[in-house]
């Protein structure tokens, strides 16, 4: 794309230290600066997205822009990531682990997060929009499920679960597969089957919205009674 449009390209040879857990501090050297902050948005692509935007901001420094180190190292210690790998933790017994991993891509890099991080038995709530790769998501991510709820968000674009359940036979054990036509209720199953495990909202970003606004809703009325 550079040959293409005739700009010189500037190589990155920043590396992020590796970080297995909250807390830690990562580093990442650039040829002006060695970076040290907390990183708090989980999973390993994170941190590749971190190097990503500190040599983005070293070179930025050519043209002008002014911004000191720690300007740079605070930035990325504020930095979230709303709907990816986003922990609730106050709407009940159950976490609820929100991340809206709507294409092929997103689906490794929530499975690689899962596989490291997760030892609880998931329960995955799942929805998707027209034109997504639902054959290879399905094979990344459902196995992973002990119990898999399929549903359809209020969107136009959205798949019929009934439709998604097309792409669940590599699940052996149907009788761990529920279906159903609205958000609401798929929410309330995941509560009623789910006692000491986690909660998985994946697939569409439209399906987190929905769900997070359900919820916040009902503890809006919960407080009131």
Known sequence: KCREVGVEPIWSDGRVGTI?????HPSCNTNKHNYKFDLLMRGKHQRT???LAIQIAD????????????EVEKGLEKARHKGRLEYWTNVGKTPILFDGAHNVSG??????YLEESVDKPITMVFAAMVGKNLDEISRILFPLAKHLILTTPKKPRSIKASDIARF????KER???????????????AFEITSKGLILVTGSLYL???IQALLSYRKVESKKV
Do not use: M, P, Q
Request: proline share 0%; hydrophobic share 40%.
């Open 20 to 24: 297995e857990k909250l807390g830690h």
């Open 49 to 51: 997205n971190a190097s």
């Open 59 to 70: 070179a930025l420094k050519y043209f002008g822009f002014k911004f000191s180190k720690r």
């Open 107 to 112: 689906a490794r890099a929530l499975r690689s």
């Open 168 to 171: 669940t036979s590599n699940i």
């Open 175 to 189: 009788n761990k597969i529920y279906v159903f036509k609205n958000v609401s209720d798929a929410v309330s199953k």
């Open 208 to 210: 987190i919205g929905e």
